[in-house]
């Protein structure tokens, strides 16, 4: 009788084991294990943007000795060259521009033209006054300067005759106390280009910048 509630308690004990033993590796395997996070992929820097093209002077052998943009302010207005490209006038891109905006028949200072030369430029109002340039009143403000004896003459759009303070091309523009005007601007050139100079006469007042300063 001992013997038999002896083996029953020995078996009773062995089936405890056994059921704890499963239950220990079925909870273990419910564990999600960690994973290692993947560290994420570094970022790459960012590209360097090209530097914008303000001016071809250095193809004609010309060293600056300022780097547009560069400022004038006389009277009130101020005048910013922004860019200063000089094209072959024969060239598709002067062609191309001469098309586009009728600078078809010139009639000024240059008839016979080496050069066309685009400018962008930003003029702002900061007078008290309209500053105009219009049917009745066509004093230029500002002149570039290359050579002492060469000319340089402005030229005008005929595509943008009737409309004011165009932004591609202006041919009239009139800015009351405050605005300002963002264009560009056409010449003709028929020398060599020897120096560089921005001037500019308003309300009374001067004001001049050597963008290339003459060797003389």
Do not use: C
Not at 31 to 55: E, F, G, H, Q
Not at 123 to 128: A, E, L, M, R
């Amino acid at each position: 009788m001992k013997k038999n509630i002896l083996r029953a308690a020995l078996t009773t004990t062995m089936l405890l084991s056994m059921v704890s033993g499963q239950n220990v590796i079925t909870n273990a395997a419910a564990v999600t294990p960690v994973t290692a996070s993947t560290p994420s992929a570094t970022a790459k820097p960012a590209a360097t943007p090209a530097p914008i093209m303000r001016d071809n002077l250095s193809k004609y052998g010309l060293k600056k000795d300022l780097e547009l943009p560069v400022t004038v302010t006389a009277g009130g207005l101020s005048y910013t060259l922004e860019k200063f490209m000089i094209y072959d006038f024969k060239s598709k891109d002067a062609q191309n521009l001469v098309k586009q905006f009728k600078y078809d028949s010139f009639g000024g200072m240059v008839s016979n033209p080496k050069h066309f030369i685009w400018t962008k430029i930003t003029i702002i109002n900061n007078s008290k006054k309209t500053v105009k340039r219009t049917l009745d009143d066509r004093k230029e403000k500002w002149t570039l300067t290359l050579q002492r004896f060469g000319q340089i003459d402005e030229i005008w759009p005929k595509a943008n005759v009737k409309k004011l303070n165009n932004k591609e091309a202006y041919y009239y523009y009139t800015l009351k106390p405050g605005e300002q005007l963002t264009t560009y601007q056409a010449y003709l050139y028929d020398k060599d280009i020897n120096y560089f100079i921005i001037r500019l006469y308003h309300d009374g007042g001067f004001d001049e910048k050597f963008v290339v300063k003459s060797p003389e």
